[in-house]
Nanobody, 123 residues
Framework: QVQLVESGGGLVQAGGSLRLSCAASGGSLSSYAMAWFRQAPGKEREFVAGISRSDDNTYYADSVKGRFTISRDNAKNTVYLQITGLKPSDTAVYYC????????????????WGQGTQVTVSS
């Protein structure tokens, strides 16, 4: 069973950048479809970015296209989310998720989840 630990969140000003990391143990991330989701206060958890298991194809929510980049480093067993042009509306807890089967935007399709890392963007 894979365990996921996110890091890299923090308090940043609007327009700034962050790189979130998701480190895995107990399994090789190269065998998993990976995704980042986020949950803002009072809102449902939503998909932001995914990377496929088979060919590292990436896909994004429309709201983050051009600002968010997902990537994986199999040697480090880590997935990243590079965020640029941060907006106050990006404030949320960001979660990493993994699944051995599904390349999906659907929250219910992911079997393994991290505990999340808080991103707060000030205006």
């Amino acid at each position: 069973q894979v365990q996921l630990v996110e890091s890299g969140g923090g308090l940043v000003q609007a327009g700034g950048s962050l790189r979130l990391s998701c480190a895995a143990s107990g399994g090789s991330l190269s065998s998993y479809a990976m995704a980042w989701f986020r949950q803002a206060p009072g809102k449902e958890r939503e998909f932001v970015a995914g990377i496929s298991r088979s060919d590292d194809n990436t896909y994004y929510a429309d709201s983050v296209k051009g600002r968010f980049t997902i990537s994986r480093d199999n040697a480090k067993n880590t997935v990243y989310l590079q965020i640029t042009g941060l907006k106050p509306s990006d404030t949320a807890v960001y979660y990493c998720a993994a699944d051995p089967t599904h390349d999906s935007c659907g929250l219910a399709d992911y079997e393994y989840w991290g505990q999340g890392t808080q991103v707060t963007v000030s205006s």
